[in-house]
C-alpha cells in the first residue's frame, strides 16, 4: 500500500503561481506513476498532469501543456506540480494518485482557490 498526502494548496490570486506537493510513503518501490488530478466544483475528477517513475516520462491534459509542469524528487518520495498563471476558473481540489499494478491509490485532495 501506499500513503499520499498532498500539500500546498491556497487562495491565490488571478495570475499568481502555486506549488503542490505530494510525499508518498508506504510501498513507494511498486509505484508505476503519479500524477495529479483536479476536481473542480459541480464536475468530474481530471487528469492534470502523470509522471512514470520510470524514465520520468509525463503526460499533460491537453487544457495545462505548459503552464503547470509536473516534477519529482526521488530523494523525498515526492511529486510536484507548479502552476502558473492561474486563471480563476482553475480554483479545485486537487487530488495526488500512485498506481500500482492495477490499483491507484489516492491522496485526500487539497484545495487550490483562485481568486481576487
Known amino acids: 500500500q501506499v500513503q499520499l498526502v498532498e500539500s500546498g494548496g491556497g487562495l491565490v490570486q488571478p495570475g499568481g503561481s502555486l506549488r503542490l506537493a505530494c510525499a508518498a510513503s508506504?510501498?513507494?518501490?511498486?509505484?508505476?506513476?503519479m500524477g495529479w488530478y483536479r476536481q473542480a466544483p459541480g464536475k468530474q475528477r481530471e487528469l492534470v498532469a502523470m509522471?512514470?517513475?520510470?524514465?520520468?516520462?509525463?503526460n499533460y491534459a491537453d487544457s495545462v501543456k505548459g503552464g503547470f509542469p509536473i516534477s519529482r524528487d526521488n530523494a523525498k518520495n515526492t511529486v510536484y506540480l507548479q502552476m502558473n498563471s492561474l486563471p480563476p476558473e482553475a480554483t479545485a481540489v486537487f487530488y495526488c494518485?500512485?498506481?500500482?499494478?492495477?490499483?491507484?491509490?489516492w491522496g485526500k485532495g487539497t484545495l487550490v482557490t483562485v481568486s481576487s
Open positions: 494518485s500512485a498506481r500500482l499494478g492495477p490499483i491507484d491509490y
Open positions: 508506504g510501498s513507494i518501490f511498486s509505484i508505476y506513476a
Open positions: 509522471i512514470r517513475s520510470t524514465g520520468g516520462s509525463t
